[in-house]
Structure formats: structure tokens, C-alpha cells
């Protein structure tokens, strides 16, 4: 049994056979032209450029129908890149004035673009090389008279590559595809998109996996811990089939109990806590199963606590209009009604989308959040306008990412203010008492949350950030991932004092983040008094289950607990399973592979 980690690019598990694509990349040879060979290289050129336009067309089709607006997104950027005046230009007159081939140009010009990329310290700018590459692929397949590369599958399979494209993964969606592993890839990837917009159990970032792996081998796809197991010795395989029919039967017992007659959730001595949900894809099949949740007895009760408005961005060239942004945010504002949705302003930077081909050398602790949108008044004023607006039958929630200093506080409050009075003027309507949200996600909100709550309507604790910034661990980076750990002591205890500092003013507090769907970590963000948490869609009739079944006055001990006397992770996570053994729930809502890796920190 080979038995390899990557990075998780989307959860489930899957259990059956390789099929391993081999892509072979073409590569153009350096030819001299005859004076009469230049006219025709030309003209291929060109039929090389239009069949490749009309095959991205055929995919970005097939793509919205799998997997949405945000899958056809990623294949409209490629066509637009692939019409880009300046580089095809550049190509043909390289081909008039140098006298090489049309294929030699096309590799040479594609390949500068890529190590631009490549070159980036942008983790999301250097996945995009993947996509001039495909676009490079395509032309030199036409111009080299090769045929098309075979993505199909004649069974149900995983698939696994070295290398693979956004279109190799959509048209092999077309037949049984089981998931994804590939060498290479982070996170935020093409491929691993639409792997989540799929619903694919899918690792990236494997790192030479690949190459040991041949088709109808048996693998075991982990997507929920990033693990590959390539041959799996019995007793392996045995342990992941009980964990895929306990699944299963969780989701049975789920659909048995139907919809939910208790909102919000309460734990057995009387605490509420409001269950949202995290609204990730923005698409037509992410809405419907959004608002499908929401509704108990044909009601919507349960909201959006975070509508993330960044993800619109990869259904636009640019930042949407503010005519559109009306449109959308008043859309889902008046599908969840009277549920509430929590808007937060785009978090552009980091690992997300940011345009203009802008680089630097650390984005992570650049320009991204709050003080890109503080930097570009204009357009987060009209951000500010599009969510009042959305706010006119009082549902909605303002709130701002990676806020670091009061005075970025008040510079927003300012605009939004600025905002308001205009409204006001045009006699439009919204809501004049929006509450208005900090999110907490570097270790320095943390440690001046009093002064945000003072301010304030309410704090949002985003655990992925919190965590990544207070461990210095980039979470999309293969060689530290491993090192991200939400329930590190350090993250739980800067969570718990911006919980003190938000009660001790009497604003709510919020958390969203991976953190807030893990079972494992519940009793702990009960026992810390968080009002509201929101977690994906399908995690949230589980979720509500579990707090059922929990006293607030035990968790809340339970956090006194882990906060003086835990210092490790293994330490934390014995104490928090222990809590949840002795109350007989770890059965119910941990999966076996969870309850080994805990049981194992004590041998």
C-alpha cells in the first residue's frame, strides 16, 4: 500500500479504480521558413486561433450545465485571454519578421506569459498558468495536426494526473467520474472549483503521486483530509467502507427526520444558537440548496450568516456595476425574507481573485481586504449603496473583512454614511439602522475587539483566517498545510476573549469558517457563548442535531477547562472528544477515521 497527502480541494470520500491521464504536452520544434512558407503559417495561425475559440465555446457550455455560472467563468476568461489583441499581434508579427514557424512562436510567446505567472509570489496569479498552458495546448494541437487528447473514461473512476486542465475535468464529468487527484494545484485552482462546484471528492497538490500510480489500480480518495491510498491493504480498506456506510447512513437518518420543526437550535438547558449558512459557490444550484434549508414548513427561518461577495467577481470580467450588484444582493435579500443574509464586502487579495495582473511580493500581508476597498473609495461606496438598498425590508447585515485598526472602522462608517445621505436624497428606500459587523480574522482584531464592539453592531470570527495569520501557516501551501489546525490553543484563546469583549458590551458574536461545521470543535464554540455560527448548507440539520443533545452550563466548564490547562493540539482534542465520549455522541456525529486519529494522540 503507497499512501500519499495533499491538499484537500473538496471533501467526500470515494473507494475504486485509477484511471491515470497521461497529458503529454506538445512542444514546438525551432524551424527556420522558407519565404513562401510565411503566408501559409499565417493562415494556420489563424484556423489554429478559430477552432480553438469555437472548442472553448462547446466547453464553456458543457461546463455551465455541470457545474454552473462559476464553472462557464473560468472557461470565458480562457477565450478572452485567447482573444487578446496585443498577444496574438505580438505572434504574427514574430512570425512576418522572425521566419519560424507558427507553432515555435505560439509555444515561445505562451511560455513568456507563463513564467511572468509562474514567477509570482500570487498563489492564486500562479495557478492561472495553468490556463496558458491550456490555451497554449490548444493552438498547438491545430497548428501541429495532433489529435485530440482522450478525456474519457469507459467506467466509474478516479481520475489522477500530473498535469490537468479546467477542460479535462469538465469533459470528463461528462462520463462516471468518481474524483480527482493531481500533482499539482492549490486550493484555489481551476480544477479544484469546479471539483467543489461538481461535487467531486477531489486532493491537489500530491507532488509526484501520479507517476506511481497506473490505471485500475485501487485507490481510496480522502477528500476531507487530503489522503490517497493507492492499494490499500485490508484492513485499510475495511475501516474507509465502515466509515462510507456510516456516512450513508447519516445521511438516511437525516432524510428520515425530514425537515426540522425547531428553530433556532437550543441545547438541553435553554441556550439558543442561530444556525446560518455560509454561502461559498454563487450559483443557481448553491442558491436553490440554500434556500431549500432555509425553509421550515415553506417558511425561510434560516439565513445567510455570510454571503462571501468576491465569489461574484468570477462571473464578471470586473467588479460587477453597481446596478448589478443591486439586482443580486436584493435578489437573495428577498428570497431568504425574513430570514437574514450577512453581506460582506468583497475580500479581493491573498488567495482570492484580484485583477489588472497586480503582484507583490507577500499577499497575504498585503493589499487585500478592507484596504483595497478603503483604497478605491468610489467603488466601495457603491458597493455600501447596493447593500443598503438590499436592505430595505430589514434582513440584511453589513460586514467588513480583515479589519486591523479602528480607523479603517471609521473610515468605512464614514463612507457608509456618505452612502445613507445619498439614498437619502434620491429618496430611495433601505434600512437606516443596517447593523454593521467587523469580522475578526488577524490576531490584532482579536486583541482590540473592545474597541470594535463599542463601535459596533456585532463581530463575525472568521476561523480560517484567524488561524493561518495567528499560526503563520498559508493553508493553501502544500509543505505547511499540514500545520493548520483551528483548534490550536493560541486561535481558542484570542476566540475566546473577543467573545468576552463583544458580551461585555452586549453585541452578538458570530463565527463562521471550517471551524464551525466540525463536530469535534462544538461543545468548545457553545461553551464560549457564540450566539450564531454558519457552516455549509449540508452540515447545518447535523450541526442543529448535536447542540440539541449538549447543556450550555457543561460546555461552559468544558471551556474553562481546555483554556487553563490545555497546551497542545493533542492535548485539546483528547478533552474535547472525552466531553462528547462520556455524553455518548461521539458515534453519532464523528466519523471512524476522526475518532482513530484522536484516540491515537494518546499511544
Not at 434549508?293 to 439565513?303: A, E, L, Y
Not at 439586482?327 to 453581506?343: E, G, K, M, Q, V
Not at 454593521?436 to 480560517?464: K, Q
Amino acid at each position: 500500500m503507497l499512501h500519499y497527502t495533499g491538499i484537500a480541494a473538496n471533501g467526500g470520500i470515494v473507494i475504486g479504480p485509477a484511471y491515470h491521464y497521461n497529458r503529454s504536452l506538445l512542444v514546438a520544434e525551432d524551424r527556420m521558413l522558407e519565404p513562401d512558407e510565411v503566408a501559409p503559417q499565417l493562415e494556420q495561425f489563424e484556423y489554429a486561433v478559430a477552432r480553438s475559440k469555437g472548442e472553448l465555446e462547446k466547453i464553456s457550455a458543457l461546463a455551465e450545465h455541470k457545474a454552473g455560472k462559476q464553472g462557464s467563468a473560468i472557461f470565458e476568461a480562457q477565450s478572452m485571454m485567447l482573444a487578446d489583441t496585443y498577444v496574438l499581434d505580438t505572434i504574427r508579427r514574430r512570425i512576418r519578421d522572425e521566419k519560424k514557424s507558427a507553432a515555435f512562436i505560439v509555444d515561445s510567446e505562451y511560455n513568456i506569459h507563463q513564467h511572468f505567472l509562474q514567477t509570482s509570489e500570487n498563489p492564486l496569479l500562479r495557478e492561472r498558468a495553468d490556463d496558458v498552458e491550456d490555451i497554449k495546448q490548444r493552438l498547438l494541437r491545430h497548428l501541429l495536426e495532433k489529435q485530440k487528447w482522450i478525456s474519457k473514461l469507459d467506467h466509474p473512476a478516479i481520475v489522477v494526473a500530473e498535469f490537468m486542465t479546467p477542460a479535462d475535468a469538465i469533459l470528463f464529468s461528462r462520463q462516471e467520474l468518481l474524483g480527482f487527484a493531481t500533482d499539482g494545484g492549490g486550493a484555489t485552482s481551476h480544477v479544484a472549483i469546479l471539483a467543489r462546484s461538481l461535487g467531486l471528492p477531489a486532493i491537489v497538490g500530491l507532488r509526484g503521486a501520479a507517476a506511481h500510480i497506473e490505471t485500475n489500480d485501487i485507490l481510496i480518495l480522502d477528500g476531507d483530509l487530503g489522503e490517497l491510498f493507492v492499494t490499500p491493504d485490508d484492513d485499510t480498506l475495511a475501516r474507509y467502507r465502515e466509515r462510507l456506510m456510516e456516512i450513508q447512513s447519516k445521511k438516511k437518518i437525516v432524510a428520515a427526520k425530514g425537515k426540522e420543526t425547531e428553530f433556532p437550535p437550543e441545547t438541553i438547558d435553554g441556550k439558543k444558537i442561530v444556525v446560518n449558512m455560509n454561502m461559498e459557490l454563487i450559483s443557481d444550484e448553491a442558491i436553490a440548496e440554500a434556500e431549500s434549508m432555509s425553509k421550515i414548513k415553506s417558511k425561510p427561518v434560516r439565513g445567510l450568516g455570510l454571503l462571501r461577495t468576491e465569489h461574484f467577481l468570477s462571473e464578471y470580467d470586473e467588479i460587477p456595476s453597481e446596478t448589478d450588484q443591486t439586482r443580486i444582493y436584493s435578489d437573495l435579500a428577498n428570497r431568504f425574507y425574513p430570514a437574514p443574509i450577512t453581506i460582506r464586502t468583497f475580500d479581493i487579495g491573498g488567495d482570492k481573485f484580484i485583477g489588472g495582473g497586480f503582484r507583490e511580493k507577500n499577499p497575504f500581508l498585503g493589499w487585500r481586504g478592507i484596504r483595497i476597498s478603503l483604497d478605491q473609495p468610489e467603488t466601495h461606496i457603491e458597493q455600501l449603496r447596493a447593500i443598503l438598498r438590499a436592505s430595505a425590508r430589514q434582513n440584511v447585515k453589513l460586514l467588513l473583512p480583515m479589519i486591523t485598526t479602528v480607523d479603517e472602522l471609521e473610515k468605512v462608517m464614514h463612507y457608509l454614511d456618505e452612502a445613507k445621505q445619498e439614498l437619502r436624497q434620491n429618496g430611495e428606500a433601505f434600512d437606516e439602522n443596517i447593523p454593521l459587523g467587523v469580522m475578526i480574522e488577524v490576531p490584532a482584531a482579536a486583541l482590540h475587539a473592545p474597541a470594535f464592539a463599542t463601535r459596533c453592531d456585532f463581530l463575525s470570527i472568521g476561523t480560517n483566517d484567524l488561524t493561518q495569520y495567528t499560526l503563520a501557516v498559508d493553508r493553501g501551501n502544500e509543505f505547511v498545510a499540514h500545520l493548520f489546525d483551528e483548534l490550536h490553543p493560541a486561535v481558542l484563546r484570542l476566540i475566546a476573549m473577543s467573545v468576552r469583549a463583544a458580551h461585555a458590551r452586549k453585541k452578538p458574536v458570530s463565527l463562521c469558517g471550517e471551524m464551525a461545521g466540525k463536530p469535534i470543535a462544538l461543545p468548545f464554540i457553545i461553551g464560549m457563548g457564540i450566539d450564531e455560527i454558519s457552516v455549509a448548507p449540508n452540515r447545518v440539520q447535523m450541526i442543529s442535531g448535536l447542540i440539541r443533545k449538549l447543556k450550555y452550563s457543561e460546555t461552559k466548564l468544558l471551556v474553562r477547562k481546555v483554556l487553563e490547562e490545555s497546551q497542545t493540539i493533542p492535548e485539546l482534542k483528547q478533552t474535547l472528544f472525552r466531553f462528547l465520549h462520556k455524553r455518548n455522541l461521539v458515534e453519532d456525529f464523528l466519523t471512524p477515521v476522526e475518532i482513530e486519529m484522536i484516540e491515537g494522540y494518546g499511544k
